[in-house]
């Protein structure tokens, strides 16, 4: 039986409700990924069974992200098998850094890289990796964010920027309270099921693996549209601090019994799936 903070957090996220695909794709960048990018479609209806996602919905998904060029389908008799295709590694890549990694400490003198973007090709680019439009036609972000292939033939500066002047920037480029406000619907969505965990109790099986997935994918949502600003450029009492800590100490309270339903239901066309790598240990290390 499903335990009550998770019905809790499954009734909080359908209040503002994902389209599969995009559940799908958290699935993969967080439980397969570590495990080799490859795994069968019932397992990934079991997976969906328990949020009460129907078998339907999630064949739907996975067609539409087949077809998009992100997985990369086979089949053995009547059972399918889905791995990510070289698209979908890429950006998982990306992504996962910017969720699981340690966020730097920015500069002492903030510096910006700056973009001159008219097609809109180029600019979803940006946007998707964090970049923010500090003007029609100008995005910016932090010098170390890597500039998306897309955007290889923009005009690109370097510029560094007074405390002041970064502040201002920043404000202007990113929706700061808008992503404020995500970050506190993901506090409040979450901390029912942290302070039960901090009683001593324990979410087993797949319920573990739903709550982590609903956990990245909830916090994902916010994270994925901004870059990891210094903390000097942010407002006072910046919710994202609070949101990332309480991801953290979820997740690894979650990742044990995750991992050991994984290792017991999931498939792929060899067989179990492979034991994840040590990158899964790592995540949010020094959070």
Not at 26 to 43: E, Y
Not at 89 to 109: L, N
Not at 170 to 187: D, G, K, M, N, V
Not at 224 to 243: K, N, Q
Request: with cysteine.
């Amino acid at each position: 039986m499903t335990a009550t903070p998770l019905q809790d957090i499954l009734r909080h996220v359908n209040n503002a409700p994902s389209r599969t695909w995009s559940v799908v794709i958290t699935v993969f960048g967080d439980a397969v990924v570590p495990r080799g990018g490859a795994i069968s479609l019932a397992t990934l209806t079991e997976i969906f069974q328990g949020m009460g996602v129907a078998e339907g919905a999630v064949r739907t998904a996975m067609s539409r992200l087949s077809a998009d060029g992100w997985l990369e389908r086979s089949r053995q008799g009547r059972n399918s098998f889905y791995r990510l295709a070289a698209k979908g590694e890429a950006t998982f890549a990306e992504a996962a850094a910017r969720i699981y990694a340690p966020h730097a400490v920015g500069a002492e003198v903030p510096r910006f890289r700056l973009v001159l973007a008219e097609r809109s090709e180029t600019r979803a680019a940006l946007q998707q990796a964090g970049f923010g439009q500090a003007q029609p036609g100008l995005w910016v972000a932090p010098a170390d964010v890597p500039l998306p292939d897309a955007a290889a033939e923009a005009i690109t500066l370097l510029a560094d920027a007074g405390l002041e002047d970064a502040r201002r920037l920043a404000a202007q480029s990113w929706p700061l309270e808008t992503l404020a406000e995500a970050y506190r619907h993901f506090i409040a969505a979450f901390t029912p099921l942290d302070a039960w965990v901090a009683e001593g109790h324990v979410l087993k099986g797949l319920d573990a693996l739903v709550a982590r997935v609903l956990l990245i994918h909830e916090y994902r949502r916010a994270v994925l549209r901004h870059p990891a600003l210094a903390p000097e450029l942010m407002p006072a009492d910046w919710a994202g601090d609070a949101a990332r800590s309480l991801c953290a100490r979820l997740y690894r309270a979650l990742l044990p019994a995750s991992e050991a339903w994984l290792d017991a239901h999931a498939t792929r066309a060899e067989g179990p799936l492979p034991l994840a790598g040590k990158g899964l240990a790592a995540r949010f290390s020094g959070v």
